[in-house]
């Protein structure tokens, strides 16, 4: 198994990066939270997990050693294979799939494009004496990340942080903006809340949110 794999990024796309290793590039699934982090250019950390299949190997890498663990569990869950996983974790972060999980939240779980209310079932049996309690706190409301979203996209703010990763994923500055924007107003309408919540929102639910839009299903 590669556990992780640690060079210099190469490329990105809106599904993978390419990371040179010892003079070889490899290619890594990683989720949108976890390509936002990227730079090309800059040196990187991924923990990784390999899949084998009779065709292919494929290498899916993750910010951090949770994210993987909790990517490897959700395969036990019957009818889930590695790109359902995936998917999974990038909608919701790690201790959110727990969250979901442990309160037998159907509808989080749907969320997740490919997942139905039956698979959503099947993955809380399988999985809730498995994937263990959530280890963070949770997260701001989604009311928080729409007013920061519609707020000035201050420099180094994470309004700003989500525009500039979308721009490194391949999108055009406006494309990038408006659908920072738009996903924030569509959070606020949905929470009734209006003002600056500054920096308490969470950069990779608004990354989630604006992705959505970019790239409808």
Known sequence: MIASISGTVEALSPTSAVVDVGGVGI?????????????????????TTLVVRETELTLYGFADADERDVFEILQ???????????????????DAVRRAVAAEDLAALTKVPGIGRKGAQRIVLDLRDKIGPPSAPVPAPRGAVAAAAVAE??????????????????????????????????AGADAG???DAGDAVDPAALLRASLAILRPR
Request: include cysteine.
């Open 27 to 47: 290619l890594v699934w990683c989720t949108p939270a976890t390509l936002a982090r990227l730079r090309v250019g800059e040196r990187a950390k991924l923990s």
């Open 76 to 94: 036990g869950a019957a009818g889930v294979g590695p790109r359902l996983a995936q998917a999974v974790l990038g909608v919701h972060s790690p």
């Open 153 to 186: 996209l201050r420099p180094g703010g994470p309004a700003e942080q989500v525009r500039d990763a979308l721009v490194g994923l391949g999108y055009s500055a406006r494309e990038a903006q408006d659908a920072v924007v738009a996903a924030g107003v569509a």
């Open 193 to 195: 809340v209006t003002g």
